[in-house]
């Protein structure tokens, strides 16, 4: 009976073969490691995952409509070189570094979203160009060096914890449960969900896919930005390198976590599955001290393993 | 995009032979490392004070040497009076070189990694090599670290940094045996390559910990990881607890220096580096003299040299 609920619908495969994947190691380094399963290492791994996670949570909004994109560890590189250059250079307040920060992902998410629309070229290429232009942008920002060493209220907070839970992962609960009511309790959701399974299908239904297009990337650029904020709180440094290579981890999570890399179908705790199973593997691996070459085999590996799994839903 | 781009800024420097007479090439590694930033800014101070035209160039990341391989052989296109480069790997240096030796042109290492023998052993005759031993670095490291430990069997945790960097390799395998020799009973709990990256250092920091509650030392491989550690120790409140030594001496590592975050950082004087192989390009475009090694200073700092400004060497860190 669970099985047949489980096979009816794709997603539901899908995370039950996510959470079984993320148990199963979870079971192995808890055998392997006594500090796996302590509350602080739990923190720990959670807190690891935030920025990747935020990111993640925008990505599954851009590969559910149909897209990639390839900007946003870059725009999330940008918005805390800038947030970073506010506090420490331009003395700006807190309430007006942060905003404005988080908005300036927003924006850079809105114009690749607006040039999809106006050039009609893939979302690869046009968000190939915005990553060059924003890491571009961040280099000039921070005349190409980290911008370190930001006042101590805005760090303390950004590393301290509420009720002994990390502010990170505060964050990153928020962005999640903000980005599960936009993709599940909206229209704006479903729109990106349809137009991710058919254009056609979407325009004939009356739903402007441009609009949605343009709000799909409005919104993986707010959480780019939200993710470039506190990627600077944790490291102290707006980075104008940060992230390298982020949005291929984060893509790999909204697939692992049971997406469609072609769009229609993707779930926010799919991905949040996907990022744990990533965030997981780098903890345990670590907490083992295996040796650097051997954590890139497991990855690797594990990767490959969980592309099998999920083939194995695709075949029924 | 950012391919295309590049590969344009490289066809405008190909498509200018008539401004190549007075211009000198380095071939930098990562932009937007401050080390190499730092090196950047030592090259072209100098070359404005000395009146002459320097170009540097600077891959997207620490490990991209194709892309290094193409930025040598289009800059050689444009028939500089010199060109200096920090090779990513000694294949790289072989390739490059070779290719420059052909058309004439004077060239040289600067940061080190590829030494005048390595390049007598490739069979070419390179103008001078300017840097700092990364095995000694790390030997320094390990040095300051068993004077600090306060104990004969400290817990260290080593932070490398990008698998299959040469120096990357120097500074661990440096550090790990100077320490044994000085500290037998030490033990290194662990020994994690983190690609140079800031936030991966202090994840893996804050995982060890994990482990290690009673951890002594961190040593970092560069100052951005050491940075990302003493943000993991702060977070837990270790500050007291443990140690942390970097290596560079950035401008961000000796701030935390003062600020009672980082123990120490073995500075590498990229700045001078800089400046001195402006100096030695110069003298090799019109000497054509080979074969000169010149090793530059790598002070450890720490907060009270930093405090007092004694050393006369402190003035090229930059």
Known sequence: ????????????????????????????FSFTSPYFLSVSNINNILTASAVIGLI??????????????????????????VCAWGLQKGEWSPWIALPVSVSLGGVCGLVTGFLITLTKAPSFI???????????AAYIVSHGMPIYGLPDNVITGGQGAIASVPVPVLLLLTGIFLGWVLLTQTKFGLHALILGDSVFAAEATGISANRVRLK????????????????????????????????????????????????????????????????VLQNGLNLLAVSTYYQILFVGMVLLAAAFLSRVGYRR | ?????????????????????????????????????????????EAHSKGVTSIVYNTDSAT????????????????????????????????????????????????????????????????????????????????????????????????EGTVGSLQARKRADGFKDKLKDLLPLSDVVASISVNFDRIKAMNATLDILQRQPDLD???????????????????????????????????????????????ASVAQLPYLMGKRSVELAIDASTSHKTGQSETTATPVLTKELLQSNSDPVLQYVR
């Open chain 1, 56 to 81: 993640a949570v925008g990505a599954t909004f851009v590969i559910a409509s149909g897209h990639i994109d390839l900007s946003s560890a870059a725009v999330m590189a940008l918005c805390g070189t």
């Open chain 2, 217 to 263: 030392i961190v040593y970092a491989a560069n100052d951005d990881m050491a940075l990302g550690a003493a943000e993991a120790v702060r977070t837990l409140h270790r500050e007291t607890q443990i140690k942390i030594i970097g290596v560079d001496g950035t401008a961000d590592a000796r701030k935390a220096i003062l600020d009672g975050r980082l123990n």
């Open chain 2, 1 to 45: 995009m950012k391919r295309l781009g590049f590969a344009a800024l490289l066809l405008l420097l190909s498509l200018q032979p008539a401004f190549a007479e007075d211009r000198y090439i380095f071939i930098l590694i990562a932009r937007g490392n401050s080390y190499w930033t730092t090196m950047a800014n030592g090259i072209q101070d």
């Open chain 1, 216 to 279: 799909v990337f409005g919104v993986a650029g707010l959480y780019s930005g939200m993710a470039g904020v506190l990627f600077m709180l944790r490291t102290n440094a707006g980075d104008p390198t940060a992230g390298q290579s982020y949005e291929l981890i984060a893509i790999t999570a909204v697939i692992l976590g049971g997406a469609n890399l072609f769009g229609g179908r993707a779930t926010i705790i799919g991905t949040m599955l996907g990022v744990l199973c990533l965030g």
């Open chain 2, 64 to 159: 991209d040497a194709e892309q290094q391989l193409t930025i040598c052989q289009t800059a050689i296109q444009s028939k500089p009076k010199a060109l200096v480069m920090s090779a990513i790997n000694a294949s790289i240096a072989t390739q490059c070189f070779k290719m420059a030796a052909e058309q004439g042109i004077p060239f040289a290492d600067i940061d080190g990694a590829f030494s005048i023998t390595d390049a007598q052993k490739a069979g070419l005759k390179m103008a001078f090599s300017v840097g700092s031993d990364n095995y000694t670095i790390g030997q320094e490291s390990a040095q300051y670290a068993a004077k600090i430990a306060g104990k004969p069997n400290p817990k260290v945790f080593i932070l």
């Open chain 1, 126 to 136: 046009v968000s190939l160009g915005m990553m060059s232009i924003a890491r571009a």
């Open chain 1, 1 to 28: 009976m669970f099985a047949r609920i489980l096979t009816q619908n794709p997603n539901r495969l899908s995370l039950a073969q996510c959470l079984f994947f993320l148990a199963a190691l979870g079971v192995f």
